[in-house]
């Protein structure tokens, strides 16, 4: 298989996580979607090291990190979902507006 | 005794704080005790000195006139200014301690029965105490520079003391007045000061008389400076024509007008023409003007005292005529003489104001038409009244005897023409001293009511008196007696030239007294219809006089011309003058101001404002965008991000 | 054999990342993001880094999509199953999203005859060594990412005391 491929289907796959980003009205559908921008970059870390760098491993410690701090976002992010939910009982992005100016 | 003489004067001070500021105010208040007691021992310390100085027990210093000369750098302003606390003593200074004591002890004793019913009495001792250690410091002063000071600070408590019972007009106008005329004659005094100062270089009166002794000074200099000071003594001394103030300084209390201005203050103009005597000494022409103004004052106060019915009043003018006899002594190269009429005029002065104010105390009245017949009521009152008048007048053997003797005495060896003036002025004090006792103590009552109310004095009041009257009596005597004062207080100068027959002098000094009291008893013992008639004869002559000769008028013009004056230029300065430079000039400004406005409120402004408004109608503009959705800034930032990089790409 | 098990693996992902996307009812949505996660393990698989494939397996499958699933039971409601879960502007999040794909694919382009030419090693012992010496300090500070991340977890869900 040519790297070409892989990166096509993490780029596609990061694409559909943006879409998703941006769309949904549901907070944990926006998580969601960035979980899935995550997961195409790391498919596009993994590829790349898988094929031009055969040798070395960083890569795939890069992407190891990056499991990481995506597990931390996740917890805080789905946190504060429930505290917000808890607080004015709805999770819908469009019904938090105290940034308005 | 003599090395500590600096504290006399600086005991009355402190006496005087402790007064002003301890205690309680009040009828019953214990402070003028605290006073009497203060004064009583610097009387004994300066009494003591005297006793000594007199009879020659404290020798004078080597070659020089002064006993004691002792001082300490006090204020230094670069290398030429220098300034220094001092003592001087020598003659008349050891005299006016003793006077000043004397009398400012007597008169504190005096007040307790006086002022016994006033509410300020705590302040009233506060203020005598003051009075006392500024005058006090002023005979000590070696320095012209602090005499000055301490020249003001008992022109102040002069102020303080006429203006005492403030609450009247009549004191509050006084003592404005006072203030304000002495002040007038203090920038003559200021003058003499700065001008000694610049010749010299020095403010130290030792110092000084060494540099004149030498011809240092030139004479018109000199001239200038005694004239300067001349000025300041005639304030301060009431002589003409600035001796207004006197006659309204009595409506002060009676005790105060005794201390003040009859005994102490009033001499001060003369102490400082003595204490600078060798400045006038190498200057004839202030010494001839002070002679002049001298006679004319005693002249002049002497025929207002004839026509005044006020009893203060008539002691006033006695003042300032008995003052001219100092003045005119001095200027007569009298120097002896007319310290020792200093001398003994401030025991029969004293001892007459404070004999008025017991009058005064038992009558409720100024005014001696409403006396008459009161030896009966206050025998002790009447009788030392009498031996002052008696004295004053000029009774041989009696102490004014031998002081005016001695002036007289002086006035003929210098000018026998001024002699005369001041022989018939002697007469004339004869004559109105002798009518003023006849008119109060002698004849019949002439207001029944007031009469029977009189009643004698309290001891407190009337021991002084009788302290005063021993002194009137025999001070004179005692003092001519085998030259003790005359090798006290003297200065070698010049002397007159004109020798006179032996019996001439006292021969017409005898003649001028029995004319002038045998006149006063026959025109006013009886009824007073005769001097009424004459009065109506010569109602011009004494309208002048009861005008003071329109002095008064004559300043009041002088003010009055002032204003006038003041007022035109007042017109002038703002009709014209701020018509044509100010106003014009400001008009020119706010024709410039206003196009400055114009073009800032249009241009400049507006480019402001338009800024301003520009950043708000974007910033509301912007506001529409951002609804608080952090899902659309993601948007934006997603939109941004593609389009930045399609267009990065596609390069 | 290889090209079957990509193309498989690969059209799982694109198929359950839209239907993540797309589905309405979100705990469809959140079992759909476990099954993509998992062939994107499998797509690690396929890439030689067996490493990965288990922690993708460990961390996201059976961490993230199963915390996911607890919070949309826990948060959410009835009427959600019903209403419309994209916003209105879908459009134009379409575009972006169509515009970004095209940039990235015009650069992927460049790699199409890149090939493997090295057999697949195991990686295990490789990571290790690298995370205790050259990413040590990295290492240590997801440490203090994940505690940081723990506490502020516990902190915002925890129940409001009543004062």
Redesign the interface.
């Known amino acids: 298989m040519t790297l070409s491929a892989y990166l096509t289907v993490a780029g596609l796959l990061f694409c559909i996580g943006l879409f998703g980003a941006l769309t949904r009205r549901n907070t944990i559908g926006i998580l969601m979607g960035i979980e899935l921008m995550f997961n195409a970059a790391n498919l596009n870390l993994v590829a790349f090291n898988r094929f031009l760098h055969f040798d070395r491993l960083d890569g795939n410690v890069m992407t190891l990190f990056i499991i990481g701090v995506a597990a931390a976002e996740a917890v805080v992010g789905l946190a504060l979902v429930v505290a917000i939910y808890r607080n004015i009982n709805t999770i819908y992005a469009e019904d938090f507006n105290l940034l308005k100016g | 005794m003599l090395q500590t003489a600096y504290l006399i004067p600086l005991i009355p001070l402190v006496t005087s704080l402790v007064i002003l500021f301890g205690g309680k105010e009040g009828k019953d208040s214990k402070m003028p005790f605290l006073g009497i007691a203060a004064m009583g021992w610097c009387f004994i310390h300066a009494s003591v000195v005297f006793f000594q100085a007199l009879t020659g027990r404290i020798a004078l210093d080597p070659g020089n006139g002064y006993f004691l000369y002792e001082q300490l750098p006090w204020l230094a302003w670069g290398d030429r200014l220098r300034i220094y606390l001092g003592v001087l003593i020598d003659g008349p200074a050891v005299t006016l301690l003793f006077v000043v004591t004397l009398v400012s002890l007597l008169v504190q004793i005096y007040s307790l029965g006086y002022m016994h019913d006033d509410k300020r009495k705590k302040r009233y001792y506060a203020f005598l105490s003051f009075f006392t250690s500024a005058m006090l410091g002023m005979v000590l002063s070696s320095s012209v520079f602090i005499l000055f000071a301490c020249w003001e600070l008992v022109g102040v408590s002069s102020y303080l003391l006429i203006g005492f019972w403030f609450e009247k007009p009549g004191p509050a106008y006084a003592s404005k007045k006072a203030f304000m005329t002495t002040k007038l004659a203090d920038c003559g005094f200021y003058v003499g000061l700065l001008l000694l100062f610049y010749y010299t270089g020095t403010f130290d009166l030792v110092q000084i008389g060494n540099q004149v002794e030498k011809g240092l000074i030139p004479v018109n200099v000199l001239n200038a400076i005694g004239i300067g000071f001349l000025i300041g003594a005639i304030g301060k001394s009431a002589q003409l024509p600035l001796f207004i103030w006197l006659p309204d300084a009595m409506e002060g209390p009676t005790p105060v007008s005794a201390l003040i201005h009859a005994a102490t203050m009033v001499v001060a103009g003369i102490y400082l023409i003595a204490r600078t005597y060798f400045i006038f000494n190498a200057a004839p022409a202030a010494l001839s003007a002070a002679a002049w103004v001298g006679l004319f004052t005693a002249f002049i106060a002497a025929t207002m005292a004839v026509t005044a019915y006020d009893i203060k009043k008539v002691l006033a003018y006695s003042t300032i005529s008995q003052l001219g006899y100092m003045m005119l002594g001095l200027g007569v190269y009298g120097y002896t003489s007319a310290l020792f009429h200093l001398t003994t005029h401030a025991f029969f002065k004293a001892l007459l104001f404070l004999g008025a104010g017991s009058v005064i105390h038992a009558v409720h009245s100024n005014d001696m038409r409403d006396m008459g017949g009161l030896l009966k009521r206050m025998p002790a009152t009447g009788t030392t009244v009498g031996i002052a008048t008696l004295t004053i007048a000029g009774m041989p053997f009696l102490s004014g005897w031998w002081s005016k003797e001695a002036i007289l005495h002086d006035v003929y060896a210098y000018s026998p023409g001024m002699w005369v003036i001041a022989v018939f002025t002697a007469g004339l004090t004869a004559f109105y001293m002798a009518r003023m006792y006849v008119l109060t103590f002698l004849g019949t009552p002439r207001n029944n009511e007031k009469y029977e109310h009189a009643h004698e004095s309290p001891t407190s009041m009337t021991a002084p008196l009788w302290v005063l009257a021993g002194f009137s009596l025999l001070a004179g005597g005692i003092l001519h007696y085998n030259h003790l004062f005359e090798h006290l207080v003297h200065f070698d100068g010049q002397h007159g030239k004109h020798h006179a027959p032996a019996f001439l002098l006292p021969g017409a000094a005898i003649f001028v007294f029995i004319f002038g009291v045998g006149l006063a008893h026959k025109l006013y013992s009886g009824s007073l219809e005769t001097a009424k008639s004459l009065r109506k004869q010569f109602s011009w002559a004494v309208d002048t006089l009861e005008k003071r000769y329109y002095f008064d008028d004559f300043f009041l013009w002088l003010v009055d011309l002032s204003d006038k004056l003041a007022a035109a230029a007042f017109w002038i300065d703002s009709k014209i003058i701020d018509a044509i430079f100010i106003d014009g000039w400001a008009l020119v400004v706010r024709a410039f101001a206003a196009v400055h406005d114009f073009i800032d409120s249009f241009f400049v402004d507006g480019a402001v404002d338009g800024v301003g408004t520009l950043t708000q109608d974007a910033g509301s503009g912007l506001?529409k965008l951002?609804?608080?959705?952090?899902?659309?800034y993601?948007?934006y930032v997603?939109?941004a991000?593609?389009?930045y990089?399609?267009f990065m790409?596609s390069r | 054999m290889e090209q079957i098990v990509f193309y498989s693996l690969s059209a799982v992902a694109l198929g359950a990342g839209l239907a993540v996307v797309l589905m309405r009812n979100v705990l469809h949505s959140a079992l759909m993001l476990g099954l993509a996660l998992m062939a994107v393990a499998g797509l690690f698989g396929s890439l030689g880094a067996d490493f990965l494939f288990a922690g993708q397996i460990v961390v996201y499958v059976t961490g993230v999509a199963v915390l996911v699933l607890f919070v949309v039971m826990l948060a959410g409601r009835e009427s959600d199953l019903h209403s419309v879960q994209t916003n209105e502007k879908w459009p134009l999040a379409l575009a972006i999203a169509g515009v970004t794909f095209c940039g990235l694919w015009r650069l992927f382009c460049t790699y199409s005859n890149t090939m493997v030419r090295t057999p697949a090693v195991p990686t295990t012992e490789g990571i290790g060594i690298l995370l205790l010496s050259d990413y040590a300090l990295p290492f240590e500070l997801i440490s203090l990412i994940l505690l940081a991340a723990l506490i502020g977890a516990i902190h915002f869900s925890r129940a409001e005391e009543k004062q």
Not at chain 2, 626 to 632: A, D, I, K, L, S
């Open positions: 506001r951002v609804r608080g959705q952090v899902q659309e993601l948007l997603s939109l991000v593609a389009v990089a399609t790409l």
